[in-house]
């Protein structure tokens, strides 16, 4: 069975002669892919270019003013309010045969009675509503509510559609009208078959369209669970890539485009950056990579690959070069392959292209699976010498992230590589860990209830709920679910791309604290019960049933937008806070702000032994390139590209610098400092700078 991200269209393949994409989220969020799209779109012959189509859950003024606003080429024709209003561009009227199918068994008065007897919705503002679409905001809904209200509307004798989507958006509409029907009556007015369209989106209140029969269609990466979840019959090509840029990419896969567009350079003054941003860049270095700092990357790209093949061993990756470091006491745990550190240097090195290395990424999930114990856990390690796994790390502690790792670096092998015989060998095995990981929501409600130092920052003092734990909770779920559709097993997949969005919400209700008011009936946790504290501009650490951590977990937060937890919106936030305390100052990036002081209730008597956790040590805020790597995707992803590359620029630098030598890649360094310390050639430091590297586009100068 092929692989459903790389989906090849049926042949004979007719031509496109019309594309629909959704807007928000989709053509719109990422600045700098919505002016490619424009270049790549514009590009197409005119007498060829297919009918362009917006189809948004927008108000028509409301998409037209943000059609003004924006980079994109003008559409044929706009499809708005969820599929309530076509309207015709060149004629700028509202195509009236389609409006007047919508009044049939449609009362919009009597459909607003309904929604308030039976929900807790809270109607949205007034410019989201139309004669043709009642709009709610409704968090957190279950199936069964859902449900109900489409039984009470049909029970009232109403021919309703209900459409609802990111987990608050809840829209009413006439039985006719959803962005699939609008789209299939809109092809059948124009002569155009459903084979001969091109679709894209990100959230639910897409699907329809991708329901259309042979209709192709593009998921873009930051799509919502709720469309992962609707399309796993569909088969979709899966973008790896968000907003306009994934839908590129799906434009190439299906031959619409034959290359992807160049991109542009970064203008701090234009409008299509928020205030905030437009201030940052401007006094950051924004300025193209000059000819010898080109040169330099490349040479640090292949110094990279040098130190990560110092990595390799008949078992796997290992966490450091063996050959070049001392190891004793507690540190000869080196001498292993490691869970998060394997499965890490597995995803960051995936796109190399280099047997040896592609021979070893197998092997270190194997060693890993293979030494999986019989109720599930994924072990902390697995010793190179003795090949004795090992099940927690120092103090005896279990190592959580291990296996939700080797969870996300299973499906990134299996679809970057499609190899099928490894997923169906390996399949088991990983529903065990994910049984095992689950075992850890001991209160249902969604998340894992970590121990004490119970990940990566195995000597720091994060307990209960930790976001780092949680995103990876989530990006798991979405792993071991799209692993089970690339094996036909679509209806367990639904099921964990269905608690994936569960996990989401619950994350961005309980680490997002806000004085907004929230509705009646959504659920109250310890962090909005303490609304009045005011609100944040990240993801917070650590939440606990009596306390919340207020301190910025800069990875944690990194890998929430990267792995689509956190929308652009509050991503943009987050990099103006973590920019504005000088996280990456003096290189990318230290892993918490602000550092936890002696005194601090946070501190901990253990943070002294070997002095490793002292302010701007090892966890507590040191230095860590791996992350650093992470912080450059992160911009990058930003629409900020040029920006992007200046930190890549310094990430290399510093991993240019080493104790004994150049090019040493090490485990971390001083926040203070910069000075390197830790192990010598770490091999997430090198992986992860490859992808980042990879991500930047970097390779294009070699």
């Known amino acids: 069975m092929p692989d459903a991200t790389e989906t090849s269209p049926a042949s004979p393949v007719l031509p496109i002669r019309l594309a629909c994409f959704d807007l928000d989220g989709t053509l719109l969020g990422k600045p700098d892919a919505t002016l490619n799209f424009q270049r790549a779109w514009l590009a197409l012959p005119e007498d060829t270019r297919p009918v362009l189509v917006y189809n948004t859950g927008r108000m028509l003024a409301d998409s037209l003013r943000q059609l003004r606003r ?29 409006s007047e199918i919508m009044s049939g068994g449609w009362n919009r008065a009597k459909a607003v009675e309904v929604v308030t007897q039976t929900t807790h919705a809270v109607p949205q503002p007034a410019h989201f509503q139309s004669p043709f679409k009642s709009s709610w905001y409704l968090h957190h809904a279950s199936a069964e509510v859902i449900d109900g209200l489409r039984a009470a509307l049909e029970t009232a004798g109403l021919q309703a559609t209900v459409v609802y989507s990111s987990d608050r958006d809840l829209d009413v509409l006439p039985m006719l009208a959803d962005k699939g029907n609008s789209l299939d009556w809109l092809l059948n007015h124009l002569g155009i078959s459903t084979a001969e369209t091109l679709v894209a989106g990100d959230t639910g209140n897409d699907a329809a369209m991708f329901h259309l029969e042979d209709v192709r269609g593009i998921v873009v990466e930051n799509a919502q669970p709720e469309l992962l979840e609707a399309v796993l019959t569909t088969r979709p090509y899966m973008a790896h890539a968000i907003c306009a840029d994934g839908v590129l990419l799906g434009m190439k896969h299906f031959g619409l485009i034959q290359v992807l567009p160049a991109p542009t350079p970064e203008d701090p003054s234009h409008t299509r950056f928020t205030p905030e941003i437009q201030q940052l860049l401007q006094q950051a270095p924004t300025d193209e990579l000059k000819p010898e700092e080109v040169e330099f990357l490349k040479t640090a790209y292949q110094k990279a690959v040098e130190a990560l093949k110092k990595n390799i061993t008949p078992m796997g990756f290992s966490a450091c070069s063996l050959a070049e470091n001392e190891v004793r006491g507690t540190d000869a745990n080196y001498r292993s392959v490691w869970g998060r550190d394997g499965a890490i240097t597995v995803i960051g090195c995936m796109s190399l292209e280099d047997a040896e290395v592609a021979e070893c990424r197998v092997r270190t999930l194997e060693t890993l699976l293979s030494n999986v114990s019989p109720n599930g856990q994924i072990p902390a390690n697995v010793n190179i010498d003795t090949g004795l796994p090992d099940y927690s790390g120092v103090g005896g502690i279990c190592a959580i992230d291990s296996g939700l790792w080797v969870v996300i670096a299973a499906y990134e092998h299996v679809r970057t590589s499609k190899d099928l015989p490894f997923a169906r060998k390996w399949v088991g095995t990983l529903q065990k860990a994910m049984d095992w990981l689950a075992a850890h929501d001991s209160n249902n409600d969604g998340l894992l209830e970590i121990p004490e130092a119970g990940d990566w920052t195995d000597l720091f003092g994060r307990s209960y709920n930790v976001l780092l734990d949680e995103v990876l909770w989530y990006r798991a779920n979405i792993a071991f679910g799209r692993l089970l559709e690339m094996l036909g097993v679509s209806g367990r997949a639904g099921d964990y791309v269905r608690r994936s969005q569960t996990i989401k919400a619950v994350i961005m209700q309980r680490f997002w604290p806000s004085t907004a008011p929230v509705p009646e009936a959504s659920p109250r946790s310890f962090a909005d019960m303490q609304y009045s504290l005011g609100d944040t501009s990240y993801l917070l650490a650590q939440v606990t049933p009596f306390a919340f951590n207020w301190r910025c977990d800069v990875y944690g937060n990194i890998l929430a937008f990267l792995f689509n937890v956190m929308d652009l919106d509050r991503a943009r936030h987050a990099f103006r806070f973590m920019w504005g305390v000088g996280v990456n100052d003096p290189f990318p990036v230290a892993n918490l702000y602000p550092v936890v002081q002696p005194g601090d209730p946070d501190w901990r008597p253990y943070y ?14 040191g230095i860590w390139p791996y992350i650093g790597a992470a912080w450059v995707r992160f911009v990058n992803r930003l629409g900020l590209r040029v920006l992007a590359r200046q930190e890549l620029l310094k990430l290399a630098r510093l991993n240019q610098r080493g104790v004994l030598g150049d090019w040493e890649f090490n485990e971390w360094a001083h926040a203070r400092t910069g000075n390197p310390m830790g192990k010598i050639k770490q091999a997430w430091s090198a992986s992860e700078f490859l992808l980042a590297c990879e991500e930047l586009e970097i390779q294009s100068h070699f």
Do not use: K
């Open 70 to 98: 924006t980079d994109l080429p003008p559409p044929d024709y706009l499809i708005c309010g969820v599929g309530t209003l076509i309207y015709r561009r060149e004629t700028q009227e509202v195509v009236q045969e389609f």
């Open 608 to 621: 002294t032994v070997n002095l490793l956790n002292l302010p701007g040590h090892y966890h507590n805020g």
